[in-house]
């Protein structure tokens, strides 16, 4: 760190305004390189209330850290800036430092100067100085007028709604109870179950799918925690963060609705199967069907199998379909579990009959992970494997002596053009999102591209939304195994947990406020909240307008629609925004 | 046929029944195989074509009959074993060679007996057996009693009944054998694009069938040379003396069995011309008396280490072993055991009776032998020198061939 400390000026010292630190990070090179920031730092230095100005090699290293730990306590400091990178990266970091230095963390202000400024103006230093001068001048404007501010604490109910009663929905009900959290279980269809119900034998541990919801719904029965409703759906929610209210409507169309007061909710609504277009692979042909289809009959066979009477001696896979845009569909991604659930199909139809002839028409065999064994097991069965190319999927086409025949290359025998004579097809179609419109619109929950559930990061926050405590799990976030649901299930109920034990939950305190004094009842603010935030209310003498802190998420669309301008956004207060524009305005670029 | 040029012909009928076909003829669990092509980098006789033998296995798992039966490559295998060695599943792919080479002789065979012997043991144990005690009641019908004084075989059976005999037996093979030759033939000319127009046709035609006759007779089957030099793995042919290597067992058995046929043929072709009678008692030196003393020692060699080697599993190549081949090898040694007992007896003094037995043994096992050749192991010793032969011409420079 350059020594660069001023002792406070006289003429500062008699203004008696603020006593703030300034930090210019090189960030190793990677703003230095581009922007001098000691000229930076000389620019900034007489600009009035700067009690110390440094720069600094990598702020958010630990030393500098305690170093403007130190400064801020041995020259008292009410007000930090650091330029820096992207907040995103280290506001916490530094409102952290503030909190430990006994500064409170929102007289903090973080200034852009690498993405914003050194990376994108690699060409030109003077300029590139000029800008990282100003926005730095905007960061102490804004922190000159900054107050302390304290998080908001919102007590949070015990209870978590969980939409979706299949196999995560069961699992997370079971383990949220067991965490001592009440607990509603809301299921569209008249029983639980989900999908898994309807499976015979699963991977690897051979148990009906069947018997294992039983072995859930049995548990779920035995906690007097959990409350289930059936035949029931999401219709509305209110409220905030720890304190949800949800409408649900039960007995169908025209019935009732309960109200369920949540802290949190899962949502484990599931997937759909795809559905093979007409003509897709021979779908609607006769004995062309998908892969549930298929599994259902070889569930339900003790024997040899047959399909609509007549015996099945030959079968043909075809897999990918719907998913991997295979054969011309949309669907980019991989559905995960079809490769396995197909294999394990297929050593269970050599198992009721071996001389039955299987060849799976594949692309990619992706029995990952522990999965693997299958695929030996299959062609130690008797499963033959022919890879195709989407550049040419395989052809389905019914013959006139009412046999099916599959057209394929074959890219392990020399891209040779086979013709397969089979009594079945089974299009392995993947999973699609479920059409859930009503709840995606009453939680606000957001959807991707693929219009599954989107997390809010794939890899450190995998179950969390957008939307503060509404969490999803299994394979309404995307494709996967029941395996894989269970374990976001899992996950829900750690962050379920993480939110509703301690009873309470801080909130950041960056929400709109209402000046009731100016407010002249208007009403134009209330439509503008996303959230329901703002409520008109009233005194003994007159109505104004108020704003719920904890729904509020900070996002200032009300603020330009009130004519009075009675309406701030803490943390960015008009007077902040102001002087940043003003201060930002006096440096020539 | 290479990735890129993708032909427009109709695409291939796929037989659901062919690999369950195949399996009854021993192929072992081939559906194992994930096309790796591991046995393909290892196997000595996949030089030139580098899908050998993935490829075949891929025909077999897939029901691609034709493209099966037209495969030269079937036969240039000889079962060294190192593909099973060193396959990652377990496959067994020599041993699923040899299972279709069976199947191969079977299908090209139209009586369908090739078929029977071959998938079902017990028919084939029952006609072997039957078959010869046929022939020796046949023989024992018109047997006379046996003569005292110096041996003589003719005078206990007639010449001229063992002669026709031995005639219609040849004739039977032969139109048997040659059905299946030319199916054979046919199939795996029209595969390779060669016709009788150009093997015979012009003189660079023939100079290419004589150069690729010279390599599947002379070269491969009288000469072993890729056995030899290619087709056994250096630990395997290290482990044994240079007298107990598999080539040249095979070859002994090969080169006794011709050069027995070939002291028979001459014998009686002296007979004809009047030199000497057949069955005269000549001395040990004659040259056609020691031609087949020696043919007879090395087949009795042969044929006996072959059994002890396949008894004892003793490599890579007799690890498994069906009735077929206990069969040949059974066939075989009686016959060439039995010949050279006759010859025994014709010199020692006296008049051995069981020697007149033995000779009945003889005669009636060796018209069991030829008379079952096409339709058991021993129709390799035909098949496999054809298939060769359209090696042969593959392996010349292509220009030629227009």
């Known amino acids: 760190m350059s020594d660069e400390t001023l002792t406070p000026t006289p003429a500062e010292e008699a203004e008696g305004g603020r006593r703030i630190g300034v930090y210019v990070c090189h960030c190793g090179g990677n703003i230095s390189d581009y922007v001098d920031v000691e000229k930076v730092i000389s620019d900034i230095r007489e600009s009035g209330d700067v009690v110390v100005s440094r720069?600094?090699?990598?702020?958010?290293?630990?030393?500098?850290?305690?170093?403007?730990?130190?400064?801020?306590?041995?020259?008292?400091?009410?007000?930090?800036?650091?330029a820096s990178c992207s907040p995103k990266l280290h506001t916490y970091t530094f409102r952290g430092v503030a909190s430990r230095a006994g500064l409170n963390p929102y007289e903090y202000t973080q200034v852009n100067i690498r993405e914003q400024c050194s990376w994108v103006h690699t060409d030109d230093r003077e300029g590139a100085t000029a800008k990282a001068t100003a926005l730095v001048m905007a960061g102490i404007g804004r922190t000159r007028n900054t107050i302390p501010l304290e998080p908001m604490v919102v007590d949070t109910i015990p209870h978590t709604l969980v939409i979706g009663g299949g196999i995560a929905g069961l699992r997370a009900a079971i383990g949220l109870a067991d965490v001592g959290l009440r607990v509603t279980v809301v299921e569209r269809e008249l029983s639980l179950g989900g999908w898994v119900k309807q499976l015979g034998r699963m991977y690897p541990h051979g148990k009906d799918g069947r018997r294992l919801i039983e072995d859930l719904v049995a548990k779920v029965k035995s906690r007097p925690a959990i409350t289930v409703l059936t035949g029931a759906e999401v219709v509305g929610k209110a409220g905030s963060f720890g304190n949800y209210h949800v409408s649900v409507r039960v007995g169908g169309e025209g019935a009732g609705t309960i109200d369920v007061a949540v802290g949190s909710i899962v949502v484990a609504t599931g997937f759909e199967a795809y559905t093979p277009e007409e003509g897709e692979l021979g779908f609607g042909t006769e004995g062309v069907i998908t892969l549930p289809e298929f599994k259902e009959l070889v569930d339900g066979a003790s024997g040899p199998l047959a399909w609509k009477g007549r015996p099945v001696r030959s079968v043909a896979y075809i897999y990918c379909v719907g998913s991997r845009n295979t054969a011309g569909c949309s669907n980019a991604y991989c559905s995960r579990f079809c490769c396995a659930s197909t294999v394990q199909t297929a050593v269970q139809v050599s198992g009721l009959d071996p001389s039955v002839r299987q060849f799976h028409l594949y692309r990619d065999m992706r029995t990952y992970g522990k999965f693997e064994?299958?695929?030996?097991?299959?062609?130690?069965?008797?499963?033959?494997?022919?890879?195709?190319d989407n550049d040419e999927p395989p052809t389905v086409a019914m013959g006139a002596n009412g046999r099916l025949t599959v057209t394929v290359r074959d890219l392990l025998t020399e891209r040779t053009e086979l013709a397969l004579p089979v009594d079945l097809v089974v299009l392995v179609t993947g999973m699609v999102p479920r059409e859930n419109a009503e709840l995606v619109d009453v939680l606000k929950l957001p959807k991707g591209a693929d219009g599954f559930f989107n997390e809010i990061h794939p890899k450190l926050r995998p179950v969390e939304t957008v939307v503060d405590g509404v969490l999803i799990a299994g394979a309404c976030q995307g494709p996967k195994t029941s395996a894989e649901s269970v374990t976001q299930a899992l996950a829900s109920v750690t962050q379920s947990a993480a939110i509703l034990k301690k009873g309470f939950t801080e909130l950041d305190p960056l929400v709109a406020v209402v000046d009731a004094d100016q407010c002249t009842a208007c009403g134009d603010c209330l439509t503008t909240c996303p959230y329901d935030a703002i409520k008109m209310s009233e005194s003994a003498d007159r109505h104004f307008a108020t704003i719920d802190a904890a729904s509020c998420k900070g996002c200032g669309g009300c603020i330009p629609y009130c004519p009075e301008n009675a309406i701030d956004l803490l943390g960015y207060t008009d007077a902040e925004v102001t002087a940043m524009i003003t201060n930002m305005a006096e440096v020539p670029v | 046929m290479t990735a890129t040029s993708i032909p427009v012909s109709a695409p291939v009928a796929v037989d659901l029944g062919l690999y369950p076909e195949i399996q009854k003829f021993g192929a072992t669990d081939i559906s194992a195989c994930f096309s790796c092509g591991t046995c393909s980098a290892t196997c000595p006789m996949s030089q030139t074509d580098g899908t050998f033998p993935r490829r075949i296995i891929r025909y077999a798992q897939l029901g691609m009959k034709d493209a099966l039966l037209s495969s030269k490559e079937l036969w240039t295998c000889?079962?060294?074993?190192?593909?099973?060695?060193?396959?990652?599943?377990?496959?067994?792919?020599?041993?699923?060679?040899?299972?279709?080479?069976?199947?191969?002789?079977?299908?090209?065979?139209?009586?369908?007996?090739?078929?029977?012997?071959?998938?079902?043991?017990?028919v084939a144990t029952v006609l072997a057996v039957a078959l010869a005690l046929f022939f020796a009641a046949f023989f024992l019908t018109a047997a006379g009693p046996i003569p005292g004084g110096g041996f003589s075989i003719w005078a206990f059976i007639p010449e001229e009944l063992v002669h026709n005999t031995g005639v219609v037996v040849m004739i039977l093979v032969a139109l048997a054998g040659l059905a299946g030759v030319v199916t054979m033939a046919r199939d795996i000319g029209r595969k390779e694009g060669v016709s009788l127009r150009s093997a015979f046709g012009t003189r660079a035609g023939l100079a290419r069938t004589g150069r690729a006759l010279w390599f599947a007779?002379?070269?491969?089957?009288?000469?072993?040379v890729r056995f030899r030099d290619e087709c056994e793995a250096d630990d395997v042919a290290k482990a044994v003396p240079w007298y107990r290597r598999r080539w040249l067992v095979h070859a002994m058995v090969v080169w006794g069995f011709v050069g027995l046929l070939a002291a028979t043929g001459l014998d009686y072709g002296l007979a004809l011309i009047g030199v000497k009678a057949t069955g005269t008692l000549v001395p040990v030196w004659y040259p056609v008396r020691l031609l087949g003393t020696v043919a007879g020692a090395s087949l009795v060699y042969g044929a006996t280490v072959l059994i002890i080697d396949r008894y004892r599993k003793a490599n890579r190549s007799v690890t498994g072993s069906t009735t077929?081949?206990?069969?040949l090898l059974a066939l075989l040694w009686v016959t060439a055991v039995t010949g050279f007992a006759i010859e025994l007896a014709l010199y020692l003094p006296g008049t051995p009776e069981w020697g007149y037995w033995l000779f009945l043994v003889h005669v009636s096992v060796a018209m069991e032998l030829v008379l079952l050749a096409p339709f058991m192991k021993l129709a390799h010793a035909v098949y496999r020198p054809v298939a060769l032969f359209f090696v042969g011409l593959a392996a010349q420079p292509k220009e030629a061939q227009r």
Request: with cysteine.
């Open chain 1, 55 to 82: 720069t600094t090699m990598f702020a958010c290293s630990d030393a500098s850290q305690q170093d403007i730990e130190a400064d801020i306590k041995a020259n008292n400091l009410d007000g930090l800036v650091v």
């Open chain 1, 373 to 388: 064994p299958l695929y030996t097991e299959a062609r130690d069965a008797g499963s033959v494997f022919l890879k195709f």
């Open chain 2, 78 to 122: 000889y079962q060294c074993g190192e593909c099973s060695e060193s396959c990652p599943t377990k496959a067994d792919p020599s041993e699923f060679m040899a299972a279709t080479r069976r199947y191969a002789i079977a299908s090209y065979d139209k009586t369908r007996l090739a078929r029977a012997m071959y998938t079902r043991p017990a």
């Open chain 2, 217 to 224: 007779i002379g070269r491969e089957s009288f000469g072993q």
């Open chain 2, 324 to 327: 077929a081949d206990w069969m």
